[in-house]
């Protein structure tokens, strides 16, 4: 349906006028009208032929064939037969200015003599436009010998031989080889012409004709077959032998409806060139379509279809019948190729079953992605959504598989993920918002010389170029995956050079296939490395024209972006260096995704961690869960109960978390300062890998981690910055940051192998607890959510927990200083809550009132046990010696909470 009326596509679509060029679309015209041939009598393609003996090339002979005009003229060789003792030629010659037929004579011609008919036409006569068209010519060698040229049907001129007699020999050319568009041989040919090769490969075959008649009727080779309008709504004419007959068929006009039995394109580039074509080695059709670069382009099909039946369906474009009150075109009876009865998206991705799934990406299928939509539709919602009536989005094409946002986002949020994966901007211009793609080609040139003075009465460009430190040298892209179950993924682009330089990680929330996240992140990276050039000058207002999102030109051939316009008198502007070239992505493969196997119902290994607050919006006292499950059963319950029955559900865990296991020892080490030391090994068993982070990501809370001895606690929370893959699922973990969330207070003095390992990455969630069920012990079952409780896939657990949450930390800073007669002890109080902003004179308590316990001990036991209500607190020597301590001893101070108890002690030990 190339050329099917209203499958042409929108002029929106297009993103630029060289966009639509490139579609190499030509209107449906009448053709050559004007001029007939007789039938074929022989025809050759493109090459060379040995066709028509000698007493052929003695009769009038008439050639027809279509060609491709090149946009510069220049000089070549069409067309020519016989050589320097007769021949005929056709091409451009006088440095591209000439547009010669000749016949007869060899002998080099400067114009028609006797025994040479010449035709010379200006070139600016001809259609050199880039576009196919149609020459018909004639020559006759008889006197008077003459030649005569058809463009279109329209007669261009005529050659005669100069003494109105025959051309020389009575032949328009000798037995040599007849050669069409090329290759050509420079020795066998008239003289005096070029004998360069036509510059446009494309050209239908050259057929001989007896004979020519000029006319507006009987023109064969002009089939309008996909002209449905005319078709269905005239009377039909058969044509014999080249010629349309005068009696009409037995077709009545406007009797039938016209049904689209089968209409389709291939999701691939400039697929509606040739909406038949598709890649599929074991079909006729295998092919790609004309000038299609064979990337995957499920817009094409979505517009193909769009155009097709939008066109269809208006009413003004299908008129209806007058015998039966009917459209022309049914569109309700229109069938699009394909929709497969193979369940998607097991087709096309399960290979192994159906080896077709590899023609998927770029093939006519329309399952699985039909209900995509165009970027333009999906920013217009979210414009009226947000209340935005006056705005353009008919620059904008791409194709959006799926976009997900929240009730609550302004449409500001969410057209920026749509902005930076498509990469278009917003303007506004004459009170409207404008989407636009990055142009093609600069809207404009700005020479340093002729740049307006600023109100420091300084002019020219000021150039800046960001440190390369702040270059990023690695892209991570998070996206949801499409063709599959739609899985969150992570698409990176690396530069093999500078992957240390920096790190960024961006979250899409599209559904996009891996080609298009990686194309993405390869996009942002390059685009980082141009970016950090800027420059600002100033323009006059006759520069107007040149606005936010223009892309501008410097004088050394660079490329910019406007991003920001002030009007203050003269025009301040604000660029970006831009490279058009990073936006085309790199040739990549679909590959199949992967499909979700059957999951048994197999245990999972569920993980309770009575964690102290992490980020304070947790519920205090409510201990976390993670669930560890090779394979994942989909999502996991918890059921809770006071006793071994009576169970109801407590909570539903849709994904598994990162669960490891110690396979080195981890010694005990400071708080508050980096761990430096060698690094230790973690054995992942489920939940995925681990990922390094810059520091100060880790200090923005990044890279968590708990470590502990089970269910039963303690843990430490840590967080690291180092992780290297050194074997498969083994991981080696260094510069660390120990004891975070106020755990040092129980760290112990080593984590021995076989330690449990939990990466807090979100993946493990607070179960439901009630605060008066603090303490007590409760069962637990978990296990598959998609089985019954008593399945024996169920994991018990009979626990209780504190509520770590509510735990004081640990006092810091804990000193002794001998007095007159006492030893006066002070320390500084720390907080679970909000503590770690500096902008406050002292950190929240954190507790219903301050309160500190503080024991002595010595080698034989407790011997004093006091609580004070502040910071500090002095052991006279009256009370040493009413104790009966002896030295060494130990001053241990805890803080108090209300409602937790004392929590992790402080010690200092007195020698003398």
Known sequence: MANVEGGEGYDWYYGSAEGRDAQRRLPITDGASGVSV??????????????LALDGRQETAVFSGSVRFPETPADAVLWEAGGAAAGAWMGVRDGGA????????????????????????????LPFDGHLHELVWEVRPAAPGHVKLWVDGRLMGTGAVSDASDMSGGAWADVSDMRWIGPMAPGNMPLGEPDADWPETEAGDLSFHGHVTEGPTNAPWVFRYKAL????????????????LATASPWVPQSKPIWFTEIGCPAVDKGTNQPNK???AKSSENALPYFSNGRRDDLIQTQYLRALIGYWSDPANNPVSMIYDGPMVDVSKAHVWAWDARPWPAFPNDRALWSDGVNYGRGHWISGRISGQPLSMVVAEICEKAGVTEYDVSALYGFVRGHVSSDIETGRARIQPLMMAYQFGAVEREGKLVFLHLPATPDGEVLEALTAVD???????????????ETMGRVRVEYTESDGVYETRVAEAIFPDDADIGISQSDLPLSLTRAEARGIAERWLAEARVARDTVRFDLPPSRRALGAGAMMALEDGSTWRIDRVEDMGARRIEAVRVETSV????????????????????????VFMDLPLLTGDEVEHAPHLAIAAVPWPGSVAVYSSVSDSGYTLNRVIEAGSLVGTLETPLAAASPGVWDRGAPFRVRIAAGGGLSSAERADVLNGANVAAIGAGDAGPWEVMQFANAVLVGPGLWEISMRLRGQAGSDGIMPDIWPPGSLFVL??????QIDLALSARGLARYYRIGPARRPLDDASYEERHLAFDGVGLRPYAPAHLRARAGAA???????????????SWQGTEVPLGEESEAYLVQIRDASGLKREVTVSAPAWSYSDAALASDGTTTPYSIDVAQISGRFGPGPFTRIMIDD
């Open 38 to 51: 007789g039938p074929v009598l022989d025809a050759m393609p493109p090459g060379i032929s040995a066709s």
């Open 98 to 125: 000439v547009f010669r037929l000749r016949a007869g004579s060899g002998a080099a011609a400067a114009g028609s003599d006797a025994g040479t008919a010449v035709l010379d036409l200006d070139v600016a006569l």
């Open 229 to 244: 309008r005319d078709w269905w709504s005239e009377m039909h004419h058969d044509r014999r032998g080249g010629y349309q």
């Open 278 to 280: 598709f890649l599929d």
């Open 455 to 469: 109100e420091e009465g300084e002019a020219g460009l000021r150039l800046t170029r960001a440190p390369e430190a």
């Open 583 to 606: 936006a085309e992505p790199s040739d990549s493969v679909d590959e199949a995704v992967t499909q979700q196997a059957f999951t048994p119902p197999l245990p999972v290994s569920p």
């Open 760 to 765: 807090l990455d979100g993946g493990p969630e």
């Open 822 to 836: 006492a030893l006066d002890l002070s320390w500084v109080r720390r907080t679970r809550i909000d503590g770690d």
